[in-house]
């Protein structure tokens, strides 16, 4: 057991208060910009002298600049903005059929990207990854970027930033900071793709979403990943394992087989595959049977065809069950689902909270907030990028 330094416990917590209001001001030059000094005091409550501490250490790691504002008649305003536009950060997302490399500003705008098959052998995934990164970094001006993030749908010890385990394809100790390291001559982080995206819900989310300090973020793909954030920070445990709740045990026999091959995980009963394989049972001999994509179901259901429809709901009832038990569990202050499937949320909101509802009664307190990702489709790609740029909002100067 490791036993709670207290003293270092005291300089964590006065580290944490100033990383959050380097991070609330932060948010707001990011959002409100072009802004004063003022005006971000007078909205966070913040003291003026604090707003003015924090900016002055903004601009020093060359997060924020200054420029003027439109003069009212006396001497100009001196305003606030995130630092001039430009290619800042790398973000590979590397997903069990397509992998996407995109680069972004420092506001997490993606500014170029390329999709493309991911590979089932991990050394020729690597020099497809490569070939990418230095497409995309070709003619950049040189310095500009300041580092890559990559997400992958497996385990992943985020201190080597070697893949442990992607159970899709079987792999084992994938090295990928080292060799895209050497290859690009860039720092790479590396993280599992719900935690990568929990983290882009941290920094780059909804207002409402920002400001919880306790979530799961659950991300729906061809499997089923959780992200946990504690405190604002990522929780990994031993060996960076933490939050593969997509193989907690929940029923048996689930249409589907998860990436592992058991057929009572959670991710067996409620990921992009099994609706899917409902959806084609449900729609057996009504008509010509047709493989569609996931995007293609969600059409369908939202076009008012009941299979894909109901195909749908079951996943998300599915979804609720898994959720309510991670909920009587750590209890956070919110729960994110994220994924493809976010686009189908006001279909299935209500059968899925109905669920988390109904599962929830013998915890007796009301279920947290569930609430649907604001990363788009993209999280894992979002999450590759905050990778990089998170750190960049995160690191705290300490005085
Ligand atoms: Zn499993």
Redesign the pocket.
Known sequence: MRRIDLKRANVARSDTIRSINRQIVLNYVRERAPISRAEIAHETALQRSTVSLIVGELMEDGLVEEIEGESTGGRPPTLLRLRAAGPVAVGVAVGTTQTIVATSDLGGRVLEQEEFPTARNSEEMLGRVIERIRKLMKGKIRGSIEGIGVSLPGLVDYETGSALFIPYFKWRDWDVKRAVEDATGLPVVVDNDANAAALAELWFGRPEIREVRDFILVLVEEGLGTGIVFDGQIYRGEAGAAGEF??MTIGSAAPVA???G?RD?W??FACERTALARYEKLSRGVGPRQKVSFPQLIDRAFGGERAAQTALLRTAHYLGVGIANLIKGLSPEAVIVGGRIARAWPLIANDLKKAVAKSSICRGLPPPRINVSSLGEQPQLMGALSLVLASKFASVTTA
């Open positions: 997509g193989h998860c990436a592992s058991s995980c991710e067996a």
